[in-house]
């Protein structure tokens, strides 16, 4: 089973920041978080992923709580080209468990 | 490097006939994964191998199902006989080393399975 809780769904303005949340409540101390985007018909897109501080990459930023129970991947200026389904993922070693994650629309 | 490479990209057969699904990993990584996605169980990993080697197969469904890995630049699933409900988009995945050392997992374009 997934070790993730993410909402099925979110809407988001073009041009804004997307603000995608994850639950991992149960996550241990040397899991990560990986977050992938799905574009319909296309394979799994790797994102960013982090253990505890906070990530920035060219594509997107990843702030994970303290407690590291939660983290929200932001996309800070959000497309018509990002629409996809996003998977939060807490995975050490080989163990990909991907859950439903959330489809993101992006709204002209 | 132009990616995993899956082919072929869809696939329709008859309930009973042999299905070969074929993956090239990018050059150098050292695990491939098998993926099968449906509406309904999403994204489930159904093997992976390290260096030529089947490490973990707990996610193939049943005996029809088989994957073979025979030198590092190849790797083929088959399902022997088919059925309907396998019907799917079947993904294979590479990465260049352990996850747990900061590596993610290049995915390919899937191969689309019909079976009537």
């Known amino acids: 089973d997934a070790k993730t809780t993410q909402p099925p769904s979110m809407d988001c303005a073009e041009g804004r920041a997307a603000n995608l949340p994850c639950n991992h409540s149960?996550?241990?101390?040397?899991?990560?978080v990986y977050w992938y985007r799905q574009i319909h018909s296309q394979g799994p897109q790797y994102i960013i992923h982090?253990?505890?501080n906070n990530e920035t990459n060219e594509m997107a930023s990843l702030i994970i709580t303290e407690d590291r129970k939660s983290s929200t991947l932001i996309l800070p200026h959000a497309t018509l080209r990002d629409t996809a389904v996003y998977y939060c993922?807490?995975?050490?070693?080989?163990?990909?468990?991907f859950g439903p994650g959330t489809r993101l629309s992006v709204l002209p | 490097d132009a990616g995993v490479i899956q082919s072929p990209r869809h696939e329709v057969t008859e309930m009973g006939q042999e299905v070969t699904l074929r993956c090239k990993p990018i050059?150098?990584?050292?695990?491939l994964f098998w993926y099968r996605q449906t509406m309904m169980r999403g994204l489930e990993l159904l093997i992976y191998?390290?260096?030529?080697?089947?490490?973990?197969d707990s996610g193939m469904p049943e005996d029809r199902f088989s994957a073979k890995m025979p030198n590092a630049s190849f790797s083929t699933l088959k399902i022997q006989p088919s059925e309907p409900r396998d019907s799917a988009v079947y993904f294979c995945?590479?990465?260049?080393?352990?996850?747990?050392?900061?590596?993610?997992?290049?995915f390919g374009q899937g191969t689309r399975l019909t079976v009537v």
């Open positions: 050059s150098g990584h050292d695990y």
């Open positions: 149960t996550i241990s101390g040397n899991e990560y």
């Open positions: 993922i807490v995975q050490y070693g080989q163990n990909f468990v």
């Open positions: 995945a590479s990465n260049p080393s352990e996850p747990r050392v900061n590596t993610e997992a290049f």
């Open positions: 982090g253990l505890k």
């Open positions: 191998f390290n260096n030529n080697v089947p490490i973990d």
